[in-house]
């Protein structure tokens, strides 16, 4: 066991699969010479040369189709978004051509194809570039969208992912990058697919994925203090959801709140709480909380974009109303 | 010495070698010249068929540019070499050698379609014979056909930098096409990695119901390929020969060099963008300028001038064409439905969660 960070963590798994299997390459902006925008990919072209480790022009919809193409013929290209802001334009890439060949085709195709980068709110960053968007990949069939939390499941399920014969969106976070946390030693992988049961309690059940669990495991800690035993779970997928999970814990502690620092409408978050009304309504003794990214473009000003988004505080507010416990 | 279809006299090509058209002896004119008619005998009937509503939604017929796709494809060795094109695709993937029935069963939406009733027209694909589709998104298809050509970059590198490419792939697209942002995001990646890609923009004259020359900066399409210091060929779309003849040359460059090629082909459709269009933005006179043009009465009647092609031998191939075409429609008929458990099938290559 090696504490390393989440960057650390995601360099590893490439490193790993660049050397296990010629079929992997990466391709970016600023991944090779410069050794990744977040350095995720650092040390990597030295190791494994251009061919391998690919630089691009700033060209979302050309490069994240490019490599649509080349897993059609059986290679597994990583993509690396500088940030899902920028995927954007690669939007018609993802959902018309990577998520959809195998279906138009009739399972004549699979598209083995990872797009991964930092997703979410960080600091200072105004509204075009701290922004969730894990709705928007969740929201596909075809897709498959998995959001590590910490850096032993950024490193597993990145493994995971790159070896999946399905498109897979990773969401990483630029706030997490330098998180650092106990990664086993030897190799292993994530499934797709599985939540993490990070806390069991009896009283609340606090189900999130992704960034926020850090701050859901301290609202579960200041919950902890006030006598309120909160479970925390970690979906680490949020396609396919585990919708087990979430259905047991939900009847378990009959009170759920939802962490999703995502915009409230048609979220995961959203749809989340919808799967716990339809599973565990019989059991539930509160209506289900979404603690949501506020429904407002990112503020630049620090205050006004701390307050849009989740927060410990928030987080507990919610847990206590689950709980009709006076705030 | 085969009857000739034209006995008035004319000299031959200039170049041409006695019994040979294009470098091509008699029995590859005559498979050219049948599967161009095949394609001309399938969109006939397809248009039928849509009219008895046996076709749903939108069919986009090739009649007319059937010397494009038939003669850029017929330059290519399909065992490592790759197809993809746009939405109007039954032409190409008539010419990469599908199975005519399996693409009429896809249009009826039948279970014994080519993608099992779940892509229709827009949707063919053929992954034994490299024929990638098929894709419904204008442009949406060139950044794709440019991966594929990075994988046959990427396959051949592995033998050392500069080594060659294990094949080249060719993606048509139309001038509605050209503006979109895919294009030339795709050509520049195509040049600087020096990709083994031919790209083939069909220049039909109609962006749907938009004249081409209302809406691009440049009267020359080929000239585009300047811009990003790759080759650019204009070529007579209507000549099948011709296209083959630039065709192979962008191939052999691509291969030999690494330089992609854009090649122009001036081409008509006959019918209109798709079944619904009732084509009020253009004359008769200019659709029947066109067909004076028909690119298999050129080639008929080269090959008859060469004595590469007799009445009876060209009544043989419209009749043989005809028949696979009715078989093609018998077996879409005959096709099921598609099981309702269908519908969860094909999504996923690994299955998701229990």
Not at chain 1, 169 to 179: P, R, T
Not at chain 1, 259 to 284: K, M, N
Not at chain 2, 278 to 290: A, L, N, T, W
Request: hydrophobic residues 40%; aromatic residues 8%; charged residues 25%.
């Amino acid at each position: 066991m090696s504490v390393i960070t989440y960057r650390e963590a995601l360099n590893r798994a490439l490193d790993e699969e660049l050397a296990r299997d010629d079929s992997v390459f990466l391709m970016g902006e600023e991944v090779a010479e410069y050794d990744g925008a977040y350095k995720v990919s650092k040390g990597l072209l030295a190791k494994y040369g251009a061919r391998r480790v690919v630089d691009t022009p700033i060209t979302e919809l050309g490069f994240t189709g490019l490599g649509v193409g080349a897993a059609m013929v059986g290679l597994r290209p990583v993509i690396e978004w500088m940030t899902h802001n920028f995927a954007l334009l690669a939007l018609d890439q993802v959902i018309n051509e990577a998520a959809k060949m195998r279906s138009m085709s009739g399972g004549q195709f699979k598209v083995p194809i990872v797009f991964r980068g930092p997703n979410g709110p960080a600091e200072y960053l105004a509204a075009q570039h701290s922004q969730a968007l894990a709705s928007y990949w969740a929201h596909v069939p075809g897709l498959k969208v998995v959001a590590p939390a910490t850096p032993a499941d950024a490193y597993g399920l990145l493994k995971s992912a790159i070896r999946d014969d399905d498109p897979v969106v990773v969401l990483e976070a630029e706030m997490a990058y330098s998180w650092k946390g106990e990664v086993p030693d030897e190799e292993y992988l994530t499934p797709i697919g599985k939540a993490d049961l990070k806390r069991s309690g009896s009283d609340v059940s606090l189900i999130t994925f992704g960034k926020p669990l850090k701050m859901v495991l301290e609202a579960a800690d200041a919950l902890a203090a006030e006598g309120v035993s909160a479970e925390v779970l970690d979906l680490r997928t949020v396609r396919p959801l585990d919708e087990a999970a979430i259905r047991e814990t939900a009847r378990k502690t009959g009170r759920v709140v939802v962490v999703d620092e995502s915009w409230p409408v048609a979220s995961v978050g959203s749809h989340v709480a919808h799967l716990v009304a339809r599973d565990a309504f019989d059991r539930l003794d509160a209506p289900v909380e979404l603690v949501s990214g506020e429904d407002v473009p990112m503020p630049y000003n620090h205050g006004l974009e701390l307050a849009a988004q989740p927060s410990v505080a928030k987080i507990v507010a919610a847990a206590r109303r689950a709980l009709y416990k006076e705030s | 010495m085969a009857d000739k279809v034209n006995p008035k006299p004319s000299a031959p090509a200039p170049g041409a070698t006695p019994g040979r058209l294009g470098g091509l002896g008699k029995a590859e004119l005559l498979e050219l010249l049948r599967r161009m008619q095949l394609i001309r005998s399938f969109e006939e009937r397809a248009g039928q068929m849509y009219g008895l509503r046996k076709i749903g939604g939108f069919c986009h017929l090739y009649n007319g540019q059937e010397a494009v796709g038939v003669g850029a494809i017929s330059a290519l060795d399909l065992s490592t070499d790759y197809v993809l094109t746009g939405y109007r695709d039954h032409g190409h993937a008539l010419a990469c050698g599908m199975d005519p029935k399996a693409i009429m069963a896809e249009l009826f939406g039948k279970a014994n379609g080519s993608s099992r009733g779940k892509g229709g027209s827009m949707h063919l694909f053929d992954a034994g014979r490299h024929f990638l589709g098929g894709n419904g998104i204008v442009g949406a298809q060139i950044p794709v056909a440019t991966g594929v050509a990075f994988a046959q970059a990427y396959r051949g590198r592995a033998a050392g930098e500069g080594a060659k490419p294990t094949g080249a792939t060719l993606c048509f697209f139309g001038d509605g096409a050209i503006h979109q942002g895919a294009f030339h995001e795709s050509l520049n990646l195509a040049r600087i990695w020096k990709l083994p890609a031919v790209y083939v923009v069909e220049n039909n004259q109609w962006g749907m119901g938009t004249s081409w020359k209302r809406v691009s900066s440049l009267e020359e399409f080929h000239r585009m390929a300047d811009s990003y210091g790759m080759v650019g060929v204009d070529v007579d779309g209507m000549d099948l020969l011709a296209v083959r003849e630039v065709v192979a040359a962008a191939r052999k460059r691509a291969l030999d060099e690494g330089i992609p090629t854009l090649i122009e082909a001036e081409t008509y459709r006959y019918k209109g963008h798709s079944m619904s269009d009732p084509q009020k933005y253009r004359s008769r006179e200019e659709v029947d300028e066109y067909r004076s043009r028909d690119p298999i009465v050129v080639l008929k009647d080269r090959m008859a001038e060469a004595g590469l092609v007799a009445e009876a031998e060209w009544e043989t191939i419209v009749k043989e064409t005809d028949a696979l075409v009715d078989e093609s429609v018998a077996f879409a008929e005959a096709g099921a439905e598609p099981a309702p458990g269908a519908l969860y099938e094909d999504i996923y290559a690994t299955e998701l969660q229990p």
